[in-house]
């Protein structure tokens, strides 16, 4: 199978929150780092997170740092990202992607892609 399937997209109003779940199956996530980003209409593809394989290692961009959250399960073959006082700006395509036990936040260092789930923060 080899896929990475992200759940829990949505709408959502500003200030609102919602958890995004990445799911991986065919392969096994316990050695890979996750990562996840976004690409807004017109804009570049944004990393926003990561976390490494034991979870020790959670990294953020800037632009979402404190306001977002990794973390994983390895034993569900899953990993979430918790996104809180959610902005308007937030409006994206979320996807999470497998890397390398040591990628951050290029995506050139993926190479397990998911299909994007859409987030749309608006009143």
């Known amino acids: 199978q080899l896929q990475l399937v992200e759940s829990g997209g949505g709408l959502v109003q500003p200030g609102g929150s919602l958890r995004l779940s990445c799911t991986a199956s065919?392969?096994?996530?316990?050695?890979?780092?996750i990562g996840w980003f976004r690409q807004a209409p017109g804009k570049e593809r944004e990393g926003i997170s990561s976390?490494?394989?034991?979870?020790?290692?959670?990294f953020y961009g800037d632009s979402v740092k404190g306001r977002f959250f990794i973390s994983r399960d390895n034993a569900k073959n899953t990993v979430y990202l918790d996104l809180a006082s959610l902005k308007p700006e937030d409006t994206a395509v979320y996807s999470c992607a497998a890397g390398g036990p040591t990628a951050t936040l290029s995506s050139d260092e993926y190479h397990y892609w998911g299909q994007g789930a859409q987030v749309t923060v608006s009143s």
């Open positions: 065919g392969f096994t996530l316990n050695y890979h780092t």
């Open positions: 976390i490494n394989p034991d979870g020790t290692n959670p």
